[in-house]
């Protein structure tokens, strides 16, 4: 089995920052794609960013310049670090990770259970 914990989330003023964690654990081969979707209260969920393998990202233009993404693979986990918060920022953040394990090799989807952002004065 396979668990991602997202943590990090909360209350912030507009203009502040917040660093989501994502932790990915059980019985892990590889981890060949990670990252931050949103969705926001009546709307679909949203891809954030994402960070593959390689080193490659891709943001969403409405946190581009905000937002980075990152992760550490000895410790199987991503972060999210968003700076300049706005209101429009305020969703469930959700960790996805596409994860090789014993049993699924070709690797399968995972997702955490998501953490409240909220950006508000």
């Known amino acids: 089995q396979v668990q991602l914990v997202e943590s990090g989330g909360g209350l912030v003023q507009p203009g502040g920052s917040l660093r989501l964690s994502c932790a990915a654990s059980g019985s892990i081969l590889s981890i060949y794609a990670m990252g931050w979707y949103r969705q926001a209260p009546g709307e679909q969920r949203e891809l954030v960013a994402t960070?593959?393998?390689?080193?490659?990202?891709n943001y969403v233009d409405s946190v581009k310049g905000r937002f980075t993404i990152s992760r550490d693979d000895a410790k199987n986990m991503v972060y999210l670090q968003m700076n300049s918060l706005k209101p429009e920022d305020t969703a469930v953040y959700y960790c996805?990770?596409?994860?090789?394990?014993?049993?699924?090799?070709?690797?399968?989807?995972?997702w955490g259970q998501g953490t409240q952002v909220t950006v508000s004065s």
């Open positions: 960070l593959n393998s390689g080193g490659s990202t």
């Open positions: 996805n990770a596409g994860i090789r394990t014993p049993v699924a090799p070709w690797g399968n989807s995972y």
